[in-house]
């Protein structure tokens, strides 16, 4: 045997060596036959291409580790990216590195395009213009929820070529493919069962060869389902927050008018836009997998039980099926509207804690904990009393549909399984074979548990089917209260981003959204008002407060204005206004056209610091990006914090990378002092500073108000200090007249205004000699207090007092 195996060995190895020797006596005779000017050109080109294919990967090393040392460098600056075609370009850390995120705004044509799903409903679909959907219609499976749904759809996919789109149909080819499994897998089982009975261990052995193989695939197809359903989940969401953010955040300053002038969703967007976002993607993404892979099972496995039992259990499974759906539904409870009460009241139980959050000092001043603590744990026990109450009611409704879905199905499939046995007539193809084998006179045992153990499977397949088709109506009535939710958030977004306010069966009322008839022009060398009527807005569809009729100036380049006046006479409305907060219900209201750098910026009374670095805080809203752009560099931004009064910060705090919550680092002074740093950074024409530097001592708030001048900025100051009239030239007062209502605009140091501060003086004058009266009157009324009078007119002497010594009997002493 030894000699054989070396013989075999010695001569392969001669045939090898003779086919080398063959094929390299070929390349030899076609090198001879090649042209020196062909060989080399040949080594020419392959020398090319080793270089530039080294070339090649050495541009692609370079300019990969160049984007991850400028992703490390933007995520440590807080900044991004703007590329040609609008959209951004932002870097996240991810793990060691960071990954590159590319985001494309919405455009404007699709908000247009989008409008009338929105704002015009159908009339079939229960909707109407202009009108909350979720106040007008109860969230259930309706034309109403049909509607929300496909117009949501529509946002989260686009177009049939977008990843959306590919994500659900790999899911689909993967859920038909388990359902071919499905279908080899029960007639794999009946043939396993059949050759175990018959005894015949080489086949048994092959079958459970072939199920452990099936097994793989099967599990493999099952992974992938659940991974592409979290995929496709992900993708939702992904499309929809980018549509709401875009919808959201933008110069139409949505994100302020949707909770303090329309009201539609509250004081909740932040829950609508996580949480209820979150679980409508969810639930979209298992309704893919809940109602189309059990109708595919369906429709597969009643077509393969009617080949196999004949049309009686065909008509039987689908009388089945109806009877179960109409119980089912006649019985379920209202699951959507249930869960839209439990999303609202999530909701409000969240922004109570948001509240708190951001108001902890003030309730710390005023000890206000445990009225704070009722306020929570009362609107949590309405939460868990709502909640406690859908578990008890689907406590009852599983109980009828775990016994309906499972048991009786399963008593109903074994009556259906026996037909080709006791009715063979009405049997099908099972039934043919009974009567077959019958007539043959052949064994019919083994015949029967192959056939019955296949129906058994596909029936058990057929149940699973049916029953997670039943338990979808559950899911779809859940999935129509989220619905709801996330169609009322992006309907009134469109509603307010379109201004679409309309008067459905009753009056209009003055001063309300849909009352809205003056005009706001952008791109006026000043800041101008003309018969505009300074109204504080309420929610739609209330009307407005009136605070001033009617308002008219105007303020050119390097005419500073002080606004002044008692509180509550409109003096932060005449800024809101311009900036675009409020509405102008009557007349004109001019202003540039740019906010920033030449044209407007605004200071509000609160200075907000931004989440990030030390220099995101003096560039805010610019990002790092930006700042490069307009040619700047720290070193202007430290001129800047020095003109300011603050630039000590960067030594300070650790340099401008520095990240912080800057609003508890930084105090009151320094925090309105950064707001004049982002002022002149900027270095806009015109600015409105309401209360900017009310916590800044008067000498450096001279300073910084000589600097904003001399940087050519037009200052239009709120404030109720009169030292800072010298500082500008008009001054407009509020809140004088009668009622309030009527105003002044005066150029500061006239003859007018001097009489003006003439007859305060008087006045003050003529107080103060009264003084000496007032103590008079003070002495004799605390005479009068200190006696105790009794009937008769005879006064008692005083209560004895206790000695008191040290502090308190200081405070005690009259």
Request: with cysteine; charged share 25%; hydrophobic share 40%.
């Amino acid at each position: 045997m030894a000699a054989q195996s070396t013989l075999r060995h010695s001569a392969a190895e001669e045939a090898i060596a003779a086919f080398i020797d063959k094929y390299s006596d070929l390349i030899r005779t076609r090198l001879r036959n090649t042209s020196r000017t062909t060989r080399l050109l040949a080594t020419l080109a392959l020398a090319t291409s080793i270089i530039l294919s080294a070339e090649g990967g050495r541009r692609w090393w370079k300019s990969r580790r160049d984007e991850k040392e400028q992703g490390r460098k933007l995520v440590r600056t807080n900044s991004w990216l703007h590329n040609k075609d609008g959209s951004r370009t932002i870097y996240v850390p991810y793990k060691d590195s960071t990954s590159k995120v590319v985001i494309h705004g919405t455009k404007p044509l699709t908000f247009d395009a989008h409008r009338r799903l929105f704002l015009n409903p159908p009339r079939v679909s229960g909707l109407g213009d202009g009108v909350v959907p979720a106040a007008q219609t109860k969230p259930g499976l309706n034309l109403a929820f049909l509607h929300q749904f496909l117009s949501l759809m529509s946002i989260m996919i686009p177009r049939w070529n977008s990843k959306e789109a590919g994500l659900l149909l790999s899911h689909g080819g993967f859920l038909i493919l388990r359902t071919y499994l499905s279908l080899v897998v029960a007639r794999l089982d009946g043939e396993i069962v059949r050759d175990l009975v018959a005894g015949n261990g080489k086949q048994f052995l092959w079958g459970i060869t072939k199920w452990c193989g099936l097994g793989g695939i099967a599990s493999y197809t099952n992974a992938m389902i659940k991974y592409l359903e979290s995929k496709v989940s992900i993708a939702f969401r992904t499309r929809l927050t980018r549509y709401v953010h875009d919808l959201y955040l933008n110069e139409n300053l949505n994100y302020y008018k949707l909770s303090n002038l329309d009201g539609g969703v509250g004081q909740g967007a932040d829950q609508y836009i996580t949480q209820d976002l979150t679980l409508f993607c969810a639930a979209a993404a298992n309704l893919y997998s809940s109602l189309g892979k059990p109708f595919v099972d369906i429709c597969v496995f009643n077509y393969q039980l009617y080949r196999s039992l004949g049309p009686l259990a065909l008509t039987g499974l689908l009388s089945n099926y109806f009877l179960t759906a109409s119980i089912l539904r006649r019985l379920s409870p209202p699951f959507g509207k249930l869960k839209a009460v439990e999303g609202r009241k999530e909701g409000d139980f969240r922004s109570l804690h948001a509240r708190l959050i951001a108001n902890a000092e003030e309730v710390a001043f005023y000890g206000g904990a445990d009225m704070e603590k009722y306020f929570l744990n009362r609107e949590f026990k309405s939460l868990k009393n709502w909640m406690e109450g859908i578990y008890m009611l689907k406590i009852r409704y599983n109980i009828l549909e775990d016994f309906i879905l499972k048991y009786s199905w399963s008593a109903y499939g074994y009556l259906l399984s026996s037909l080709p046995v006791f009715l063979p007539a009405w049997g099908g193809l099972g039934g043919a074979t009974e009567i077959a084998e019958q007539v043959a006179n052949s064994s019919r045992e083994r015949s029967r548990m192959r056939h019955f153990i296949t129906n058994k499977r596909l029936m058990l397949s057929l149940a699973d089917a049916g029953g997670r088709m039943m338990y979808s109506i559950k899911d779809l009535a859940e999935l129509a209260g989220y619905t709801s939710r996330v169609y009322t958030l992006i309907s009134t977004m469109h509603r307010v981003h379109a201004d679409a306010y309309y008067v459905r069966g009753r009056e209009n009322e003055l001063y309300s959204l849909s009352d809205v008839q003056g005009t706001m022009q952008k791109g006026f060398d000043g800041v101008r008002l003309e018969n505009v009527p300074v109204v504080a807005p309420g929610l739609w569809p209330q009307g407005g407060d009136e605070l001033i009729e009617s308002l008219s100036l105007i303020v050119r380049r390097g005419e500073h204005l002080l606004i002044s006046g008692p509180n509550g006479v409109g003096k932060s409305a005449i800024a809101r206004i311009f900036a675009g907060l409020w509405p102008v219900y009557r007349g004109l209201a001019s202003r540039p056209k740019a906010t920033g750098e030449d044209g407007i910026m605004f200071l509000p009374q609160r200075p907000y610091l931004t989440i990030g670095t030390l220099r995101d805080q003096v560039i805010y809203p610019d990002g790092e990006a930006d700042m490069r752009e307009k040619r700047k560099n720290e070193h202007d931004l430290k001129r800047v914090l020095e003109d300011a009064r603050l630039g000590y910060l960067p030594d300070r705090e650790g340099g401008w990378d520095t990240r912080k919550e800057w609003k508890d680092v930084l105090s009151g002074g320094e925090k309105q002092r950064v707001a004049i740093a982002r002022l002149l950074y900027h270095e806009p024409q015109y600015a409105f500073i309401d209360e900017g530097t009310s916590a800044v001592s008067s000498d450096v708030e001279g300073l910084l108000y000589e600097t904003c001048k001399e940087k050519g900025i037009t200052l239009i100051t709120i404030s109720t200090r009169a030292s800072l009239k010298k500082y500008h030239t008009y001054n407009l007062v509020l809140g004088m007249g009668e009622h309030g209502d009527e105003w002044a605009f005066e150029r500061i140091g006239t003859e007018r205004e001097k009489m003006h501060v003439e007859k305060e003086l008087a006045d003050l004058r003529e107080r103060l000699a009264q003084v000496e009266e007032w103590k008079r009157r003070r002495d004799e009324i605390e005479k009068e207090l200190a006696q105790v009078w009794v009937e008769g007119g005879d006064a008692l002497s005083p209560p004895v007092q206790a000695e008191v010594t040290g502090p308190a009997a200081e405070e005690t002493q009259p």
